[in-house]
């Protein structure tokens, strides 16, 4: 796995996706995405000053047929100002596992 994160990982000062679509890494990668989720949380709220619920999902990472890493991305409930709000809005949060 150490050899696959080198070769993903060209300039490991920068973040990940800016390795990901660096032409000079000439990788193959691949988002293997776990699970989907929406729910509430007051942590979440408080640090985007906005009520939930949130969206996120988990996924792995894959370069040259070896896991890299594990992502947990939360999306900010801003982005509704750059792509609208969804709609119709879910009635209640709901989990889903992608297989």
Not at 17 to 25: C, D, E, L, Q, R
Not at 51 to 80: A, C, K, M
Not at 85 to 96: A, F, L, M, T, Y
Request: aromatic share 16%; no cysteine.
């Amino acid at each position: 796995m150490e050899d696959a994160y080198h070769r993903f990982m060209v300039d490991p000062k920068q973040p990940i996706g800016s390795n990901v679509f660096n032409p000079a890494a000439k990788n193959e990668v691949y988002r293997d995405v776990k699970q989907v989720e929406s729910g509430h949380s007051r942590k979440l709220e408080k640090l985007f000053r906005k009520p939930g619920p949130f969206w996120g999902r988990f996924y792995y990472i894959w370069s040259g047929g070896e896991p890299v890493t594990l992502i947990y991305e939360v999306f900010s409930p801003h982005l509704e100002m750059y792509f609208g709000s969804p709609s119709p809005k879910p009635e209640k949060p709901s989990v889903k596992t992608v297989k």
